[in-house]
């Protein structure tokens, strides 16, 4: 199953993470910060490719 990573900077708490998604959950909020719920647009929204067996 493919795997998605991206790694988020809220520049609202000054904080980071990494979320990581498959493809069946596509739905899955990533433009607002987890910890705060500020906006995360598409400069601090970095995607991550990983290969994983
Ligand atoms: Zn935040």
Do not use: N
Request: aromatic residues 14%; proline residues 2%; negative net charge.
């Amino acid at each position: 199953m493919e795997e998605f990573a991206y790694r988020l900077y809220c520049q609202s708490c000054k904080s980071e993470c990494e979320v990581y998604h498959h493809m069946d959950s596509h739905q899955y909020e990533l433009d607002y910060c987890p910890f705060c719920g500020a906006e995360i647009d598409e400069d601090t929204r970095e995607e991550i490719h990983e290969e994983e067996e």
